[in-house]
């Protein structure tokens, strides 16, 4: 085996630190190193151009724990892998190397219990405020009825006070609930004035545990649920699985059901990107464009549901190929839904980029600079509206993207502005993907069987999701259910941008800069309180709303504040 | 270019929305409706009940006799039963409406056909 230029840099730098290399796949390299040279490694990748954290990866093996950092660098993936014991998970933080790893490392933190010394985000990222310390959800040792008997224990709320307190600053909390955002974050803004100083954002509010589901249903069932992580990206997640799975199985897929999967990817980017801007115009007051985007919409979600049978979930990838194929009668409906698609995308861009009530509310919003967009590394066409030349189905050709002719749309816009130019840029291309697969369709066959077991293989997967790129990782266990499974989203990696491009925005504008990633979660858990007159803040569960309704009705308390005064032991207020 | 033309041309058109429930739309070919049994092609293997993602087919009996109790309020319309069924015996129908507050109403019983009805 040839040995990547990298290890050989690695190996001379770090010497007995490295234990062992290899590389199982092609694009896929990993090192397993000693837990001192975490740092040393990471930043000497780092100054060789791996500057992009994919995703990082806990894995509890039964023996101890492992942290699989994986590095990208232009369609190719590096893991760094570490193991860390079980007495003593501790690893150092690489955000003084590469910023965007801060929410990676916490989700690891929450999830496995690994400390990484010096993360700067002290609260849980995934799991609820007040989680057990000492449980962590997706150890080998605790089962699903664990989880489940924790959360009925002790409800999904929270007993923990977030007490927001500052020299003359002012807090203004959005989310998780608000009319301004359609999706579940908490982000709390410091403004000065009517301008934004710094950005605090708290995710996790819907999450769903599907790692974990994952891990106890058999790959077949595990097509569905990945399906269901997203309603949107439906079909890049499990495009992603499918990937991931074929290549752990070393299976082969006929060519036809390669284009077919291009297609549907590409008719899922189209819809995706016409509802993000009917949600943009919305966001700026401009509902009009909301209600013409989402009418055309329609019609490619009706070619989908020709297509799969479904408009929303459409399970047309299956392991070995596609479910369905895309027969020849059908092929005129699609070209004639794509000629509308496309007079409709540019009339769009015409239309908005020379209306001004749309341009003075998109230009100049959201500032960023290349370089923040690259450190905290930002993904799909976030990152392109910033001037990063990012896309995997170039760097990382997967299916059929390798032989299809098209342009990664790029702008140095570095506004909001340029995440729409891109986004409809994207249409017409991808209108010209579908044109080009349709017509190079080869016949035959488009699917195999594929077996239902997986052998003891990890196998990582990416694909350019409509929001950017999205990591799947299997281990498999040998039998019919993985080992352990992996999901990174495109939306957490932009989440450490979206904050910084939050930064010196009005806060008019924290709407449309947030929607400008285009985010997707999906929400539940608890209030948020705020007494003016005090300047106190303070956070309510659901049980904490029942307790003080009820005493209120009977009379003993009157304010909110007389509850927490003589009742809230486990709610000190400052 | 400025949007009043494209105002004016749709102050001359039909909504776009369908008046439902009065008006319905018609289902495309394939549509991937609620399943239906055809029990006398059924061999029991219980594929359908073991591949199905949400749990939502119960398999009462074993093998030839077994009969199947279909729970629609868990089923997300996936399709993997048909996939999987190898004698091709559960197909899709294109009927959309399940709503009700009566959760019994959505479930679906497919039984064994009676001898003398077979023949």
Known sequence: ??????????????????????????????????????????????????????????????????VLYHLDRTGSLFTVRVDVPYDDPKLPSITDIIPGAVLYEGEVRDLFGVVFEGNPYPRPVVLPDGWPEDFHPLRKIYSVDDIRKTIADRGVGT?????????????????????????????????????????????????????????????????????????????????????????????????????????????????????????????????????????????????????????????????????????????????????????????????????PSFTRRTVGVGKASTRDALTLCAVGPTARAFNVKKDIRKDEPYEVYGDIPFEIVVVDNCDVAGTFIVRAKEILESVDIIRYALEHMPGGDYRVKAPRRVPQIEAIARVEAPRGELLHYLKGSGGEQPYRYKVRTPTLANIPFVAKMLEGCNVADIPIAFAAIDPCMACEDRMEFIDESKGVTWIWSLEDLRAYRKLKEKGSVSKPLEYIDRYGGKLDVS | ?????????????????????????????????????????CIGCGLCARDCPSGAIEMIGKGKTAEFRVHLYMCTFCGQCVDSC??????????????????????????????????
Request: hydrophobic residues 40%; contains cysteine.
């Open chain 2, 1 to 41: 270019m400025s949007l009043e033309p494209e105002l004016l041309k749709h102050a001359f058109k039909k909504p776009f929305t369908l008046l439902y429930p009065f008006e319905k739309r018609e289902t495309p070919k394939g549509f991937r409706g609620r399943i239906q049994y055809d029990m006398a092609k």
């Open chain 1, 159 to 355: 007993q923990q006070i977030e007490v927001e307190e500052g020299g003359g600053a002012i807090y203004v909390p959005i989310g998780p609930q608000h009319p301004a955002l359609k999706e579940p974050i908490g982000l709390r803004f410091v403004v000065e004035g009517e301008y934004i100083v710094k950005v605090k954002a708290r995710i996790g509010y819907n999450h769903r545990g599907i790692e974990k589901a994952m891990e106890n249903q058999t790959y077949i069932q595990n097509l569905m649920l990945a399906e269901r992580i997203c309603g949107i990206c439906s079909v890049a997640h499990t495009q992603c699985y499918v990937l991931a799975v074929e290549s752990a199985l070393d299976l082969d897929i006929p060519e036809r059901a390669r284009y077919i999967r291009v297609v549907m990817n590409e008719l899922n980017r189209i819809h995706s990107h016409m509802l993000w801007m009917g949600v943009a115009g919305h966001e700026v007051g401009f509902d009009t464009i909301l209600m013409y985007t989402w009418r055309d919409r329609e019609y490619v979600l009706d070619l989908l549901e020709a297509i799969s049978g479904n408009r929303v979930t459409y399970s047309i990838n299956v392991i070995g190929g596609v479910r369905r194929d895309i027969p020849d009668d059908m092929r005129d409906s699609v070209m004639k839904t794509m000629d509308y698609v496309e007079v409709r995308a540019k009339l769009y861009m015409d239309l908005l980029l020379r209306d």
């Open chain 1, 1 to 66: 085996m040839d040995i990547p230029v990298e290890v050989n840099i690695l190996r001379d730098r770090l010497g007995d630190r490295l234990i062992e290399y290899g590389s199982i796949k092609p694009r896929r390299i990993y090192a397993r190193i000693e837990r001192s040279a975490v740092k040393d490694a990471i930043s000497l990748l780092a100054s060789h151009g791996y500057t992009h954290v994919s995703a990082i990866t806990g894995l509890d093996t039964g023996k101890g724990l492992e």
């Open chain 2, 86 to 119: 190898p004698v091709s015996a559960i197909s899709f129908t294109n009927e959309y409406e399940y709503a009700s507050p009566d959760k019994s109403k959505l479930i679906f019983e497919f039984k064994r056909p009676i001898e003398a009805e077979k023949s």
